[in-house]
């Protein structure tokens, strides 16, 4: 069925690492450019970052430009969001998402989601 | 850039509730509606400012005017108490989402 499934969730040190993985399944996963998306406990939804079909753009969020980095490998249809220098404030639920296509910008498609936290 | 939305809209069962999204850039970019109920993922309801995705509920609609976009829930029922989310995309990959908006279902 199509679904994306998020895992690499956990808790780490402040200024520690952690990777994320997005497994998907069910779509043409090099169709779609994809995107992470965060929420802080009990606080909104914050865009991180988006990646091309082909890996060979991205783009990210000032809260996490020059920590985070995105990519994908098309071939094992999954994603991945390196996570380095992390921080209190990078405590949330961490989603990917599916961007729509055909110049359309909205996320149809999301994980679960997977909770990182950061202790100080 | 930001895009800014009320805090709580309160609406009884049956009424209709309205959502607005404020944004400089909205007369230039399409919006996007979620829906997001407690520990759960959110859902796209409305794309394209307008659009419906399939399996959406007819009671949900959107509509544009200037900086502002809204979304629209007629005929609300108890199922649609959530938090709301609006967002926006420019051709370059950077995204925004609105600040939110609970609807409570009194």
């Known amino acids: 069925q199509v679904q994306l499934v998020e895992s690499g969730g956990g808790l780490v040190k402040s200024e520690g690492s952690l990777r994320l993985s997005c497994a998907a399944s069910?779509?043409?996963?090099?169709?779609?450019?994809m995107s992470w998306i965060r929420q802080a406990p009990g606080k909104g939804l914050e865009w991180l970052s988006y990646?091309?079909?082909?890996?060979?753009?991205?783009n990210y969020a000032d809260s996490v430009k020059g920590r985070f980095t995105i990519s994908r490998d098309n071939a094992k249809k999954s994603l991945y969001l390196q996570m380095d220098s992390l921080r209190a404030e990078d405590t949330a639920v961490y989603y990917c998402?599916?961007?729509?296509?055909?110049?359309?910008?909205?996320?149809?498609?999301w994980g679960q989601g997977t909770l990182v936290t950061v202790s100080s | 850039y930001e895009l800014t939305q009320p805090p709580s809209v309160s609406v009884s069962p049956g009424q209709t509730a309205k959502i607005t999204c404020s944004g400089d850039?909205?007369?230039?970019?399409?919006a996007y509606w979620y829906q997001q109920k407690p520990g759960q993922a959110p859902v796209l309801v409305i794309y394209?400012?307008?659009k419906r995705p399939s399996g959406i509920p007819e009671r949900f609609s959107g509509s544009t005017s200037g900086t502002i976009v809204t979304l629209t829930i007629s005929g609300v029922q108890a199922e649609d108490e959530a938090d709301y989310y609006c967002?926006?995309?420019?051709?370059?990959?950077?995204?925004?989402f609105g600040t939110g908006t609970r609807v409570s279902v009194l």
């Open positions: 998402a599916r961007v729509q296509g055909a110049d359309d910008y909205g996320f149809d498609l």
């Open positions: 850039t909205l007369p230039k970019q399409y």
């Open positions: 990646i091309n079909t082909r890996g060979t753009n991205t």
């Open positions: 967002q926006s995309a420019d051709s370059g990959g950077t995204y925004v």
């Open positions: 394209r400012d307008t």
């Open positions: 069910g779509f043409i996963f090099s169709d779609f450019y």
